[in-house]
């Protein structure tokens, strides 16, 4: 990696002066895991279907809000498309760690075009009720639990350890890009047309995905160790190597108090768009977009860095400016002010998640990867519900603006806390890294000190 830096700094020394040139050597930089046919296939695939997703996202939002209008069945149905990735993600880690990552990857994906093509059928034919919404999302959540952790843990075979970093903040801003496109398409067609055409170019979607990862030549892993615990003695494994492990439990506590205060203010956005900015489904769109953009360009500032230098100290900024950003949101009440205001609330969120993810990926041996990143999942997505069920059951009493206020307080609080214990965790990290292979040698004392 150092060697690598070392010869881009030469290259943009050579060019100085060159504008043109300067730019390519940039936009290697921001697309180096490109490099792999695999990721290729893989960007292009996640690409497409990632813009189907977030098109059912907010079409099933719009839906359970025009069906409903209740604050707490929008909860409700947040709560019970998540809560099987905190129940289920260990046993999907589990499966990441002891089987061919790709094929579960592409179980998972048919599974969902399945699920996605069935919601289409029942909202187009006017049968479809909130419970089916309610179980469907429950399916759903249940095949994300195994394809979380399969699909995190795929990508160091895809493009290695040296542009790990990079492909993350590639699949991020892929991810983001998607939530720029989908959602704003998403309000135009159920504007139009309803929301059951949403859910079937989502299921289609899933087609490109799949293609994708069967165009593939992936080389064979190191078997897994053979030994006769019980299923259940290895996934306690990486419980005990995270609890164990100080900073890898540090990002990953501070990672779910942001998913259980703060990120359910997704939930709530029918609420922002319908009753207070009078925005109705186009709205709903826009915003969701809004946010997407932001996440977008924070996932490309993330892909424009190099090494893992700083990435701690990002972490905990990006906490901090996602609950200023979210307190700020709660307090407007004009439409394009909030949009504009969700534009930071993306860009910090996406910060936060993108530069945990490499630091934690950075830090754990291989054997382990799929059940620490399925503890990642528990803590990103698996905590959401239980947000989304308490941000829709206190939204009913105080209101949508001041739930989503507290959980910008919140946030701060536990930014801060994560901020004071930094300087304490760097060493155990500078060595975790350097075991890894991440990093190479002894870094001079200043980086010692200052390198996360």
């Not at 970093?165 to 983001?176: E, G, K, P, Y």
């Not at 490309?300 to 190099?306: D, G, I, P, V």
């Not at 105080?398 to 307080?409: C, E, M, N």
Request: glycine share 12%; net charge positive; aromatic share 6%.
């Amino acid at each position: 990696m150092e060697k690598r830096e070392e010869t881009l700094a030469r290259n943009s020394q050579r060019l100085k002066g060159n504008g043109e040139g300067r730019a390519a050597v940039r936009l290697r930089l921001l697309l180096r895991a490109l490099r792999h046919r695999n990721f290729q296939l893989f960007f292009s695939g996640q690409l497409i279907s990632l813009i189907g997703t977030w098109m059912q996202n907010v079409a099933l939002a719009w839906l359970v809000y025009r069906l409903t209008g209740s604050p707490l069945l929008l909860g409700t149905v947040g709560f019970a498309g998540q809560i099987p990735v905190f129940i289920l993600a260990p046993a999907g880690g589990l499966l990441a760690d002891r089987y061919n990552r790709r094929r579960i990857v592409i179980a998972t994906q048919a599974s969902a075009l399945v699920l996605a093509l069935v919601l289409a059928g029942l909202t187009l034919a006017g049968s479809v009720r909130v419970w089916h919404i309610i179980l469907l999302a429950s399916l759903l959540g249940a095949v994300n639990a195994f394809d979380i952790p399969a699909r995190q843990a795929f990508i160091v075979q895809m493009v290695g350890k040296e542009d790990l970093m990079n492909a993350i903040a590639l699949n991020s801003s892929m991810f983001n890009g998607a939530r720029v496109v989908g959602p704003a398409v998403a309000g135009l067609v159920v504007a139009a047309v309803g929301e059951g055409w949403c859910f079937l170019a989502n299921g289609v979607s899933y087609i490109a995905v799949i293609v994708a990862l069967l165009a593939m030549k992936v080389g064979r892993r190191a078997p897994a160790e053979s030994d006769e615990r019980r299923a259940v003695d290895h996934i306690a494994e990486g419980f005990r190597y995270v609890w164990h492990t100080t900073p890898v439990r540090a990002l990953l506590l501070l990672l779910g108090l942001v998913s259980v205060v703060g990120t359910p203010y997704t939930v709530l956005m029918p609420i922002f768009a319908g009753q207070i900015l009078h925005g109705g489904a186009r709205g709903l769109g826009l915003l969701m977009g809004a946010t997407g953009v932001g996440a977008l360009l924070g996932a490309l500032t993330l892909a424009m860095r190099s090494g893992l230098r700083g990435l701690g100290r990002m972490a905990a900024a990006a906490s901090a400016g996602f609950g200023a950003s979210l307190i700020l949101f709660s307090s407007s009440r004009r439409f394009w002010l909030s949009a504009a205001l969700l534009v930071p609330v993306g860009y910090s969120l996406m910060l936060q998640m993108a530069s945990s993810n490499t630091l934690i990926q950075s830090m754990v041996p291989d054997r382990l990867r799929g059940r620490v990143m399925s503890l990642y999942s528990m803590m990103f997505m698996g905590m959401a519900p239980l947000g989304a069920l308490f941000a829709g059951t206190v939204a009913g009493v105080l209101g949508a603006p001041r739930t989503v206020a507290i959980g910008g307080v919140v946030c701060l609080v536990g930014s801060a806390l994560f901020a004071w214990r930094l300087p304490a965790l760097r060493p155990e990290v500078r060595q975790l890294i350097i075991a890894q292979g991440m990093a190479g040698g002894e870094p001079p004392e200043e980086l010692t000190i200052r390198s996360v």
